[in-house]
């Protein structure tokens, strides 16, 4: 921990000091709003609150909040020079958001002296219902979460999206959740006014994940058996193409069509300029009132789940 927040720190000198470059540094957590497995139980709801201070306060808040680790984590310490060090070094929070989840109060636990240990709750992330992790009202409360604590920073959502595997197991579509998510951020910066400015999809290839190539993510299949590695667009690929040109707001005439010709996207939007890799758009969208959100595809290899 004490590392990862030096190199930070000491990056950002780097690149705005030493090296005198334009651009910004930032910080990328994957965060899940969590609710209480018994709304009506004051554990569960605490065993909820205190979740989301272990998965987001304890990497956010020394940068971008208090300057401290929050309470639960408070037998980390933290010296004066490492907190002056640290805190307001970043000018955005990246977020990548995936599911919202229901947590319910342990007091005794059986894992392994760590982290989950000394969480005392149990995250319920295989429910009868799998639409239900999903929800996309979890997106909103997400951001409204930072908005309040972090004094409404500039956010981007790093990444979001779903497996084939995941979707076979009972979850929407990748289509349906890119729709589902990109709505509720477009509704907060309309609406709640969020400061968020990206919004990025994992991925745009079937990528390595911790078990290889099981669980397909990307926007684009890759034929690995072919020596010559075929790739194909999908039908979420379509589907997002269309929702870059529509600046998150499909025309009544313009809704994609999910029978899709797989045919290779190869030609740019019409109205953003978007890159197919971690660099950002250089030009911002502006939706249908004064909100601007860069939507954009990231492709990585992704080394957790």
């Given at each position: 921990m004490a590392v990862g927040r030096l190199t930070h720190s000491l990056t950002q000198c780097s690149l705005t000091h030493s090296l005198r470059l334009v651009g910004q540094v930032g910080i990328s957590v994957s965060a899940m709003w969590t609710e209480p497995a018994d709304p009506r139980d004051p554990a569960d709801v605490e065993a909820a609150t205190r979740n989301m201070e272990f998965d987001l306060g304890l990497m956010v808040d020394p940068i971008l909040g208090i300057g401290n680790y929050p309470s639960p984590a408070s037998l980390l310490a933290m010296d004066h020079d490492d907190r002056q060090q640290i805190k307001g070094t970043a000018d955005f929070l990246g977020v990548g958001v995936y599911v919202t989840p229901r947590v319910q109060h342990l007091d005794v636990v059986t894992a392994h002296v760590g982290i989950q240990a000394d969480k005392h709750l149990t995250?319920?992330?295989?429910?009868?219902?799998?639409?239900?992790?999903?929800?996309?009202?979890?997106?909103?409360?997400?951001?409204?979460?930072?908005?309040?604590?972090?004094?409404?920073?500039?956010?981007?959502?790093?990444?979001?999206?779903?497996?084939?595997?995941?979707?076979?197991?009972?979850?929407?579509?990748?289509?349906?959740?890119?729709?589902?998510?990109?709505?509720?951020?477009?509704?907060?910066?309309?609406?709640?006014?969020?400061?968020?400015?990206?919004?990025?999809?994992?991925?745009?290839?079937?990528?390595?994940?911790?078990?290889?190539?099981?669980?397909?993510?990307?926007?684009?299949?890759?034929?690995?058996?072919?020596?010559?590695?075929?790739?194909?667009?999908?039908?979420?690929?379509?589907?997002?193409?269309?929702?870059?040109?529509?600046?998150?707001?499909?025309?009544?005439?313009?809704?994609?069509?999910?029978?899709?010709t797989h045919a290779p996207v190869t030609h740019a939007p019409r109205h953003p300029t978007v890159s197919c890799s971690s660099d950002r758009a250089v030009e911002p969208m502006t939706s249908m009132s004064s909100a601007a959100i860069v939507f954009v595809v990231f492709e990585f290899i992704s080394f957790y789940q």
């Amino acid at each position: 921990m004490a590392v990862g927040r030096l190199t930070h720190s000491l990056t950002q000198c780097s690149l705005t000091h030493s090296l005198r470059l334009v651009g910004q540094v930032g910080i990328s957590v994957s965060a899940m709003w969590t609710e209480p497995a018994d709304p009506r139980d004051p554990a569960d709801v605490e065993a909820a609150t205190r979740n989301m201070e272990f998965d987001l306060g304890l990497m956010v808040d020394p940068i971008l909040g208090i300057g401290n680790y929050p309470s639960p984590a408070s037998l980390l310490a933290m010296d004066h020079d490492d907190r002056q060090q640290i805190k307001g070094t970043a000018d955005f929070l990246g977020v990548g958001v995936y599911v919202t989840p229901r947590v319910q109060h342990l007091d005794v636990v059986t894992a392994h002296v760590g982290i989950q240990a000394d969480k005392h709750l149990t995250l319920q992330l295989s429910p009868g219902n799998r639409s239900s992790l999903y929800n996309p009202s979890g997106v909103r409360k997400l951001l409204r979460h930072i908005r309040d604590r972090y004094n409404n920073p500039e956010v981007l959502i790093t990444e979001t999206g779903i497996s084939k595997q995941e979707t076979a197991r009972g979850g929407p579509t990748r289509s349906q959740l890119i729709d589902m998510y990109a709505g509720e951020v477009l509704k907060a910066i309309e609406l709640d006014g969020f400061h968020v400015t990206g919004f990025t999809v994992r991925s745009l290839l079937n990528s390595f994940e911790l078990n290889g190539y099981q669980d397909t993510w990307g926007l684009f299949s890759v034929n690995f058996t072919d020596p010559q590695r075929h790739r194909a667009a999908k039908p979420s690929a379509d589907h997002y193409r269309m929702l870059i040109e529509n600046n998150g707001f499909f025309k009544p005439d313009a809704m994609p069509h999910v029978t899709s010709t797989h045919a290779p996207v190869t030609h740019a939007p019409r109205h953003p300029t978007v890159s197919c890799s971690s660099d950002r758009a250089v030009e911002p969208m502006t939706s249908m009132s004064s909100a601007a959100i860069v939507f954009v595809v990231f492709e990585f290899i992704s080394f957790y789940q």
